[in-house]
């Protein structure tokens, strides 16, 4: 009896001995934005999505269109829950930011989703994740550009600050993921000021790269203070691109989404257009970790 409970031991240490370990390395994260509207064009992005590669996918806002109020508010069924359906039967982790149409409800009705089901992330507006050494901040920018939501800012700055204190020797690379980008090749030329003054402050400068949606194309915006910009938001209302894109810069309308692996301190990105199923644009970002 003592041969055969001694074999079975022997046999379970194998298989935790040499089972394949998935690395952070090989992960494989995504980024999505502005997916909020029930279109064509949301179903062939959330269908890629499904159908990709990604370990994780970072949703960059905007996840409704009108807005949800509650659990119950058929728009939370009719414009996220539903659509997503084939991606959130992956189960693949999808993690949340919300955006300025998220706030024409209530937000926090996101933080129930959550709870609700386990393979979407979404603790607070703010928050921090990390992987291994690589190290995400997701960031909520409406209540910097909306004037109204100015009593909201204070625990934010004073979180953010306190959380580059603290992870500042724990990171090898860093993102910040938000809605709203600083600049734009595209048709939104700038973020408003009291948006740019907190982005100028406390992400650029900060970060390795800032991700966002909000501007409803992909785009590769290039370094301002050693923080390299890039805007994936064309989940399902494509639109924005300049007539001519500066030199090094890459900002076009096609459907997709941002896929990215990091590797200690380089980043190897690539946008993915979504009907076609091919990269359209692909890039390496070195980082210093968090500054």
């Not at 001694?6 to 502005?34: H, M, N, Q, W």
């Not at 934010?156 to 724990?170: A, G, N, P, S």
């Amino acid at each position: 009896m003592k041969t055969k409970y001694f074999k079975a031991l022997i046999f379970l240490l194998l298989i935790i001995t040499f089972r394949p370990i998935v690395s952070d390395e090989s992960s494989i994260y995504c980024f999505v934005g502005d997916a909020g509207e029930v279109n064509p064009t949301q179903a062939m992005v959330v269908n890629a999505l499904a159908n990709s590669d990604c370990s994780l996918v970072w949703h960059l806002g905007d996840i409704t269109q009108l807005g949800v109020q509650s659990m119950d508010d058929p728009e939370l069924q009719e414009s996220f829950l539903k659509p997503f359906k084939p991606f959130l039967e992956t189960e693949i982790p999808f993690y949340l930011t919300v955006g300025n149409h998220d706030y024409k409800g209530d937000p926090s009705v996101y933080l129930e989703v959550a709870k609700n089901y386990p393979s979407i992330f979404h603790p607070s507006n703010f928050y921090t994740k990390k992987f291994g050494e690589l190290c995400f901040f997701a960031l909520d920018t409406t209540i910097f550009d909306k004037l109204y939501y100015f009593y909201k800012r204070g625990s934010q700055i004073r979180w953010l600050k306190e959380e580059v204190e603290r992870l500042q020797d724990q990171c090898n690379f860093s993102i910040a993921v938000a809605h709203h980008p600083l600049f734009s090749s595209g048709d939104r030329d700038r973020a408003n000021p009291q948006l740019a003054i907190f982005l100028e402050n406390y992400v650029f400068g900060t970060f390795d790269i800032y991700i966002t949606g909000h501007n409803h194309v992909l785009a590769d915006e290039g370094d301002h203070k050693k923080t390299r910009q890039l805007i994936s938001a064309t989940g399902a209302l494509p639109g924005g691109s300049p007539q001519e894109t500066d030199l090094g810069k890459f900002n076009i309308e096609t459907p997709g989404y941002l896929r990215m692996t990091v590797k200690k301190n380089t980043a190897r990105y690539e946008f993915i257009d979504a009907e076609q199923d091919e990269v359209v644009w692909s890039n390496i970002k070195i980082g210093s970790g968090l500054r």
